[in-house]
């Protein structure tokens, strides 16, 4: 079968670096290629056309069945700290067809996820499971749409043949996009496996892809580390804004271009809880909701020993050089989260006693067990405060009062914490019925209407009620697994 041209412009630049960071690899060909879920949208800015992929006969594109033109197949080359401890991993079930160039010139990594057995799989098949695919293009489509930088999805396509985990299940292959594919685990694989001219490679192939203003720093490299250093100080400042749980912050899921990567047992939050877990394997709590900051100060300094060879001579001077980028991510972290919560409140200034209204609200809200997103959804509207309690109503008339000493308008106000606090987010309970009406009925209306609201999450007046709805208790013990 040939393949449909389509737009597609691939090109491989990845495969230029030293032959450490990456392998060949061919896609493992299906039975019965289908494709099921399809990102026109996303097609359409990447300069494919979507209706000539969405035929029947494209669906073998999308299973690695079928390559499309010009793709160059590889795994790539990573390491990374899981659980804090450190091993060696690579492309176990992912092969990177090539990197798209779209019509304004832009370049994207056009990988396959699930599309069979690599030279990293160890012992693995390769394989994945159709729900764990779905939750990753659900998810990060709505992580998308709520304004957070991360990896997409442009398609899912079921292979026509099981995969076995616990039990027997359908599978099926992503096609994910992403501004690139290296990660903190890439310069861990490089300082573990290459030498410094392997580091230096990877290090300006970063630079060059992600912030080609730092071509012409003093100091190339440290530039290169305190950039990605700021990149995710912004990015988990945004998530913890939405209420978003990583669940799996490994060093290989942390991506230099400052997108979030991943979305295995994901979850966000309903109840406000800081030390809230989701993920069945996280049974010490370490990446829960309250710790992600920690945990990606603890990833960066993993990047920055990695990098030390490239920043100094002298290991001492190298090490003082990173300790002191290092030392800016809390601080940046808490700028962004700040100026984000203050957006939130719809407060266009900043004034000494911000920090203290904002943390009485969360200890509130934590007391209380009230639901993230609802909450601040409900400052977002108008009129008089719900009625919860008297602590509430008493911390309602300081922030009203607050909103009088700023610049901003009441319409203005209001429309920047309309454009900040999402009406609508992907539910956990939402998410799971519409995997399992997917998986178990091959029904996908659920996924698809569930989508189609979780793309608009900021239309307040328009927003379904449905799927503003918190789960009741039985809900609230939900759990999420990886999928692999």
Known sequence: MSPPNAGWHLEHTYA?????????????????????????????????????????????????????????????????????S????????????????????????????????????RRGDGRAALGPMLREYLISEAMHALGIPTTRSLAVATTGEPVFRETSLPGAVLTRIAASHVRVGTFEWAAARGNRADLAALAEYTRKRHFPELEEAEQPH?????????????????????????GVMNTDNMALSGETIDYGPCAFLD?????????????AGRYAYGRQPLIAHWNLTRLAESMLPLLHAEEERAIELAQAALDRFRERFDEHWLAGMRAKLGLGNAAADDSVLISDLLQWMHRT?????????????????????????????????????QPLTAAESLALRRGRNPAVIPRNHQVEQALIAAVE??????????????????????APVAYTLAPGPEGRDYRTYCGT
Not at 93 to 103: F, S
């Open 271 to 283: 109840v406000y809880h800081p030390a809230k877990v989701f993920s069945s394997i996280d049974s």
């Open 86 to 121: 450190f091993t060696t991993l690579g492309d176990g079930r992912a092969i990177l067809l090539g990197e798209q160039i779209t019509p304004d010139g832009r370049r994207f990594d056009v990988q396959l996820k699930g599309s069979g057995q690599t030279p990293f799989s």
């Open 441 to 462: 009925r091959d029904d996908f209306s659920i996924l698809h209407d569930l989508l189609a609201v979780l793309v608009h999450p900021f239309e307040h007046d328009r």
């Open 16 to 84: 230029a670096l030293p032959a450490l960071f990456h392998l060949a690899a061919r896609p493992v060909p299906v039975r019965g290629s289908k494709l099921v879920v399809f990102n026109r949208d996303l097609a359409g800015a990447l300069g494919l056309d979507g209706l000539e992929l969405e035929r029947p006969e494209s669906a073998a594109v999308f299973t690695g069945t079928v390559l499309p033109p010009g793709a160059q197949p590889l795994a790539q080359a990573y390491a990374g700290h899981q659980f804090g």
């Open 222 to 246: 440290l530039a290169l580390l305190a950039a990605v250093i700021e990149r995710q100080a912004a990015l988990i400042a945004r998530w913890q804004l939405v209420g978003f749980v990583h």
């Open 369 to 405: 067990q009230a639901d993230f997103t609802n909450t601040f959804a409900a400052l977002s509207g108008v009129g008089e405060p719900p009625q919860v309690d008297s602590e509430f109503q008493a911390w309602w008339v300081r922030w009203r009062t607050r909103l009088t000493a």
